[in-house]
């Protein structure tokens, strides 16, 4: 007898068919009839049309009828909740039922109705079975408490629900204990601040003393909770350790890893020369190593979060890297994992078998999983310095396989090692060389032209090479074209004499007939460097190139702590920091001041620190950030640790946070005051969404809906519509956010400059403020500076249109009069939404004043920003 | 740890076959658009093989946590912060309850026991929360559909649910029920033994190891209390109980002492690291090779006892994943057949018994694609066996005591040796 015969009834009657059979006075029918509807609800067909007749089958004594009607109201009792109260009484009257199943049936399914109107009668039910003489009841009634919260959660607090969730934590059974600890948990999540969870030795007591005999989800939602604790001293440190570490031979392996992070957690208060600190390290590898012969999906997390211990403490897995190999019908995900891993726990010790198994996975069948392998062979290479020679060694076999992708991923690879290690391993050039002809990927065919430009003074045909990438220029991607650029510059720089013609040629490639503006930029500064001071050229390009720090790649330590405390969770496994979905970029700040600095006060060192070309690599390019490593390690096990991610990241979008609105451009006018102003953009911004369709994105986007999804119901370009959700998520807006525009020609700094010095003089003249600026590393014209003083108008609050056509006509129009300027001047503004306003436009035309046209984002008339740009771009690499 | 949702571990569970249909769907709380699958498929579509879709995937609004077993996808819809090891545990969980209940986890199987699937799975979470995962306690709450019993129950008007409250959710020992009674009592103990090991070209062992599980079969009646010893327990490395194992005793002693689960259970399961030694059963001399020119390889495979322990081998099987241009094989097996799939490019040779007077051997040559560049990938051989009447590593059970009973139970305990992930690089 099977369930497949409920799905032969597909014609147009079938809702009617049904209905029949459930007003059936047959028990045996009318069973049937519900098992028909449960199972069409199953595959997502739409049943609710059934609902007054499926709640009239629930009076009944059959248990098995009386499960499938709840089955049914649970699902469908949001929709109708008119009817959901009619199976009320039946409700309230089960559970007072002498059969402990089915009281703790009828508050379970009660719970589940996340309908208002129940809830007021959920309440006298649940205080009873809160209180039960059966534990079984009792458990299921401390799960509903969380439910109820969820919908209600101040009628919980109001009827005491709390404190008798809390005295649960003290019950008898086991399993009551587990489940009040669970629902505890979910409903501190929702009230971060409230004191639910009062973690004390007592409590704590309680909780070891449960975690012995509860079933193992409830060993995970008491270890989780535990994990929250933060111990006395070091003796209730280990004590607690101690009662823990039998978990770590639990089959469930969550339990195990749960235990872990507890461990790992606690483990930190331990002082390290304790000889129980010892036995602890060593008790954990061989759970974690076991982890890895289990089901591939758990294989995966728990490689996530060994990623994170392993950088943490790398002493208690050193010996094991044997376990990591890589098995040949491994998932992808799971084969790339350990190669991850291999490379953290490569040492001067292991490197030899390292070497010899990266090898090995250099000839599988899978390509991203063989170019990895490559890279890790180089990764190893700047990790373990012993070990270079031979990895190049094993590089130049790769290549000899002529295999294409490997030859080329080789190729890259080597780049990295002459980075770290320059004029080592030239030797190997000239097997580079006869590759060059199979390099078609842009990233491959880079580097090679940037060993060839390194090393181009010991290439006797370095000319020709050069020149054979230059006859498809145009062709060729940015990332080559600019390497391309740099390398025949510091080809002419080596070999000048025959070299004059090709560098005049890449010049002209780059700077006449490209529309790149990265490569534009990088033209004219090479040409103006090359032709103005030759020997400034030289120690610019040919600088010795500074080393950076070798840990840029760990998890940041308070990072590493916070998310080791979150071992097991999402956050753990995906290793990011909630820093990560921040809006605003403190980096990009921060280096914006500290070149600031450098060019104000020491151009000639800000030449050398900037202009130095490729810093060498860092080994550990591929480390987490210390302190994210410190907070995945916190969250092992979680889903953040399979993701390295911080658990903080998973908050979804602070809806009660609303962002402060970006600064109104007020300040912006204090730094450009001379700007003559004005223009009328021509520029062609493309069609804009209408804020209705955003606001729809939106909706559709809470609703749960994908991208593609909301793109194709609105017509709208999947981007598009990604970019209004970002927009949203980090704005909480869907309007136009005021524009930033070009970047400023003058420096807030600058600015200050400039008032400081008219104040305290006003009779400086522009010549003398341009020195000054000069000085202080900004290069402008007179004019820039700006005729004179203009008026400076005070402005407050947020300015628009009108404002700023008031401004004009006070403050402007008589600054021009006192400037005696004539006729012959034209006003230049930028395209701040202000000075394009209508009320602008008309303004300016009415007083007949010449505006320049202003093209929108344009570097060309913010001569500095052609240097922000090439500083940003060196700065990014 | 904050999640802004506030909701159950497991929001929403689709069941998902290969094609991509959607066969089955249950949501805890509110119901979950199927349209947040979209990100789900599309990791599918990239995935070469259904195995490599990622277990955890990250969307705008939830995550989603998926097992690939007997060709379906099961996947959870997750909104919280929560332990993706519960959920993927969780899902195994479920369907190895479905294979306990059906016999097999397979989409057709699904499909005709809808209502006891969602049964179960009503029974199993709560709100997110597991409630009954053990096989023992779901059977007494719903039973599942022998032949015999769907007779029965049209005859008598019975139902597949039972009324009775499980004791097993009341009594401090969850996995067993009261009042147990068999008139043969016999306990039986399967020490299963599986090598874990990657050889290299020349034979040398790169990596092995054991992984080891002992499964019990005890029908004994009352509330009987066993004790199960080792010659030599020091042997391993890692072990993990069922949770009737007194932990205590096994640190302390070394032994296992415990109140069964009635019926067949994994009383544990334990791992021989690499760092022990780890024999070896057989060796293989492999030699598999193609021409630059001409269009066509070798394929030579022999293979002879190592460490047995005096024991045969038996149920010996190769099976070789080739690169995508060989055609066809032209192949002679001295022992054994051998069949080559020609869709999934597989060979497999099915040998059989192990004479270590007549080795087997393979050879013959290999056809490759006309024009195709000489394959760039070496195939590796995955190599199946089975030793009877022995555990590989050496575990030896001493005795097994029980207490609190009166009567003399029937023991046993069984060895066998299997190869586990066992591959010989080329």
Known sequence: MTDSKYFTTTKKGEIFELKAELNSDKKEKKKEAVKKVIASMTVGKDVSALFPDVVNCMQTDNLELKKLVYLYLMNYAKSQPDMAIMAVNTFVKDCEDPNPLIRALAVRTMGCIRVDKITEYLCEPLRKCLKDEDPYVRKTAAVCVAKLHDINAQLVEDQGFLDTLKDLISDSNPMVVANAVAALSEIAESHPNSNLMDLNPQTMNKLLTALNECTEWGQIFILDCLANYTPRDDRESQSICERVTPRLSHANSAVVLSAVKVLMKFMEMLPKDLDYYGTLLKKLAPPLVTLLSAEPELQYVALRNINLIVQRRPEILKHEMKVFYVKYNDPIYVKLEKLDIMIRLASQANIAQVLAELKEYATEVDVDFVRKAVRAIGRCAIKVEQSAERCVSTLLDLIQTKVNYVVQEAIVVIKDIFRKYPNKYESVIATLCENLDSLDEPEARAAMIWIVGEYAERIDNADELLESFLEGFHDESTQVQLQLLTAIVKLFLKKPTETQELVQQVLSLATQDSDNPDLRDRGYIYWRLLSTDPVAAKEVVLAEKPLISEETDLIEPTLLEELICHIGTLASVYHKPPSAFDSDNPDLRDRGYIYWRLLSTDPVAAKEVVLAEKPLISEETDLIEPTLLEELICHIGTLASVYHKPPSAFVEGNHGVQHKGLPGSAGSHLSTPKQPASNISTMGKTKELSTDIRDKIVDLHKAGMGYKRIGKQLGEKISTVGAVIRKWKKHHTTANLPRSGPPHKILPRGVSLIMRTVRNHPKTTRGELMNQLKAAGTTVTKETVAKGTEHLHRIEGRMDGAMYCGILDQHFLPSVRELKMGQGWVFQHNNDPKHTAKATKEWLKKKHIKVLEWPSQSPNLNPIGNLWRELKIRVAR | ?426
């Open chain 2, 1 to 426: 740890m904050l999640g802004f949702f506030v909701g159950e571990m497991i929001h929403s569970l689709f069941l998902i076959n290969l094609s991509g249909d959607i066969f089955l769907e249950k949501h805890w709380k509110s119901v979950v658009g199927r349209s947040v699958l979209d990100y789900f498929f599309e990791a599918k579509e990239k995935a070469v093989n259904p195995e490599d879709v990622a277990p955890v995937l990250q969307t705008p609004h939830h995550y989603l946590i998926s097992i690939y077993r007997g060709k379906i996808f099961f996947l959870a819809v997750i909104q919280t912060e929560v332990p993706p090891l519960f959920v993927i545990e969780f899902l195994h969980r479920v369907a190895d309850t479905f294979q306990d209940y059906f016999g097999e986890c397979s989409e057709n199987v699904i499909k005709d026991n809808l209502v006891i699937v969602y049964e179960l799975l009503e029974e199993m979470l709560d709100n997110g929360f597991p409630l009954a995962t053990e096989s023992n306690v779901l059977k007494e709450m719903i039973r599942p559909p022998t032949i015999l019993r769907s007779v029965v129950n049209t005859l008598t008007g019975g139902t597949n649910v039972g009324d009775m409250l499980p004791t097993g959710q009341l009594s401090n020992i969850p996995w067993r029920r009261a009042g147990v009674k068999y008139t043969n009592n016999e306990a039986y103990f399967d020490v299963i033994e599986e090598i874990d090991a990657i050889l290299d070209k020349s034979g040398t062992t790169v990596f092995a190891e054991i992984q080891g599980v002992i499964e019990a079969c005890v029908k004994l009646t009352g509330m009987p209390d066993l004790t199960l010893s080792f010659m030599n327990p020091r042997l391993l490395d890692d072990v993990s109980f069922h949770p009737c194992v007194r932990f205590k005793r096994w640190e302390s002693e070394r032994v296992l002492s415990f109140i069964p689960p009635d019926g067949n259970f994994t009383l544990m399961t334990y791992h021989v690291s690499s760092q022990n030694l780890v024999a070896i059963p057989i060796y293989v001399k492999q030699n598999i090779s193609f021409f630059e020119t001409g269009s066509c390889g070798r394929l030579d495979i022999t293979i002879g006892p190592k460490q047995t322990m005096g024991k045969t081998v038996e149920g010996l099987m190769v099976t070789v994943p080739m690169p995508k241009a060989v055609l066809s094989v032209n192949l002679t097996a001295s022992q054994g057949n051998f069949t080559y799939d020609l869709a999934t490019k597989v060979l497999v040779w099915d040998i059989g018994k192990l004479n270590p007077q007549k080795l087997p051997n393979l050879k013959g040559s290999l056809s490759v694609q006309a024009g195709a560049p000489k394959p760039e990938e070496n195939p590796a051989l995955n190599i199946n066996l089975k030793i009877q009447q022995v555990a590989i590593s050496g575990l030896k059970v001493n005795r097994l005591d029980m207490y609190g009973e009166k009567y003399k139970p029937f023991k046993g305990v069984k060895y066998v040796t299997k190869a586990g992930k066992f591959q010989v690089r080329t």
